[in-house]
Each structure stands twice: as C-alpha cells, then as structure tokens.
C-alpha cells in the first residue's frame, strides 16, 4: 500500500493509475475489525482503493470528546498494511488538507435533521456534511463504504449525495460486533473495565425488545428498553426510537409501522464517561 499525506500527491497518483471503480473508506482512524470489514468489502468490488484516516473536528460539538479520541496512525498503518494491495492508498491528511479555508458551509438534511443524534449533538451531521463532501471531492469515489453502526450518519449521507447529485454509490455495512454483542467502536477503549463488562446488556436489550415487537406497542417497547439499561450502574439511556431508514421518522404506535419500510430501532446510552450508540432491525412479523 502506499501512505499519502498531500491532496495533489494523491490526485496524483490516482490520475497516474487510472484505475476504476475507485473505492473509499473515510475513517478517523483508532481501527477495529468493523473497518476492516469496509475495506474487504471495498477490496472485493473495486480495482483500487482508497481509505482515509483523519479526525475531524468540524463534526465535534465536545471539544474534550475531540481531544480525548483516540489515535493510533501507527497501529492503523500496521493493521491496514496486512489487507491491502501495493496499489492501494491510505490518505493521511492533517487539517490545513482538508481545510485550506474554514469551511462555513450549511446543509439541511431535512427531518434527520431534527432527531436522535442530530438533536443529542448539535452540529455534527453539519460537519459531517462538510468533511465527507470534501473528501469526495478529493478522492472522486465510484464507491463509497459506511458502517451501519453510524445509522444516522449513513442516512445523512445518503442524503448529501442526493442533494449534491455526485455519482458515488454509498454502501452501508452490516455492524461487527464484540463477540459478547457490543457493537465494534472507536471509542470502546476508552470505557472503564466494569462499564465494559456490562456494556453487552445495550445489544442484548435492543435484541429482545426487537422480538417483541409482534406482540407489544411501541410505548411498553421503550419503556422495557429504559428500564433495563438504566438500572445498571453508570449507565444512561440518552434516547431510543424506532425509525423509518430513510428519513429517520420516529413511530410512535406499531400500527403506525408500514409494510415493505424497513424500521430500525437506534439508541444512545451514556456509559460511564463514554457515549455508545447501536440500532437493530424491527421487523413486522
């Protein structure tokens, strides 16, 4: 693989291969084996492939959770280093790349605006929005690979390729998983051991709260998802709705759920000091 730090050198090298589909992973790196599975999927249907890895700050709205996150480029590289081919890229901006000037852009994402996430961490899908268009205007994708875990993200993103009409076709990803449940993070180092030990009761919770759904209403549903992550200690359940996929609508009443949509139910939990979000499928059986 080869390492890029600079724009023009990696516009470069990719105008010099002429390689296409062109697939891209967009990370900020601290890698787990959830990114991986983006990179294999993007290695299986693309000739080459690029994958970033830059933390960017736009999409901060905790100036601490953007100091406190991890990074490891070293560790990243190493682990990169062993799936992908010598044509492929790893792109390692530093902010000055990627921002040449501040970037006062504002995008309106319509409802996904105005819920979960959006309403829990004001700006985010903003910055979201402006590291992602940037990216792909860098990078010029045929396909670009996202994590499920990120629901919301995804739809946002979705959203923005809509909106700006670019070509890229946006593939989401099954969630990978701890093999006690809990969904591959980022930010899992950071928990304190027995927050950790206990964070598996988020997955476990939201499994079976999906499993009632063919005999319980959406009200009892959340209620039983609160009551069983909140009384463990140190945890807080921040929000849980259940949602359409693509415009992120919450229902309020099973009755309100419709045949042929697709409906997920996402949560954010307060875990001690970290913040752990996941989602799963309510299907209408």
Do not use: W
């Amino acid at each position: 693989m080869k390492v890029i730090k600079k724009v023009r050198d990696l516009q470069t090298m990719l105008c010099k291969l002429q390689l296409t589909p062109v697939g891209f992973v967009p990370t900020m790196g601290a890698l787990h084996n959830g990114h991986i599975s983006l990179v294999e999927s993007a290695l299986k249907q693309c000739s080459i492939v690029v994958v970033s890895i830059y933390v960017n700050p736009t999409q901060f709205n905790d100036k601490n959770d953007l100091k406190n996150y991890p990074r490891t480029l070293e560790k990243d590289l190493s682990l990169l280093d062993k799936v992908l081919r010598e044509r492929d890229i790893v792109f390692t901006p530093d902010d000055k790349d990627i921002y040449p000037e501040e970037d006062i852009r504002v995008f309106n994402f319509g409802n996904l605006n105005n819920v979960m996430e959006a309403l829990h961490r004001p700006g985010h899908f903003n910055g979201v929005g402006q590291v992602v268009s940037r990216l792909f205007d860098i990078v010029k994708p045929d396909v670009a690979f996202f994590g499920m875990k990120d629901f919301q993200q995804l739809a946002v993103i979705k959203e923005l390729v809509r909106q700006t009409k670019r070509k890229v076709k946006v593939v989401g990803n099954p969630i990978i998983r701890e093999n006690d449940g809990l969904a591959m993070s980022s930010r899992n180092t950071l928990l304190d051991p027995e927050i950790r030990r206990n964070a598996p009761i988020i997955y476990k919770t939201i499994s079976t709260a999906s499993a009632m759904i063919s005999e319980n209403d959406i009200p009892s549903i959340i209620s039983f998802v609160e009551k069983s992550i909140n009384i463990i200690p140190g945890f807080k359940v921040e929000y849980f709705e259940i949602v359409d996929d693509t415009e992120l609508i919450p229902v309020n009443l099973r009755a309100e759920m419709k045949p042929g949509k697709r409906y997920f139910g996402c949560i954010a939990v307060q875990a001690g000091k970290i913040r752990l979000i996941d989602n799963i499928e309510f299907g209408l059986v």
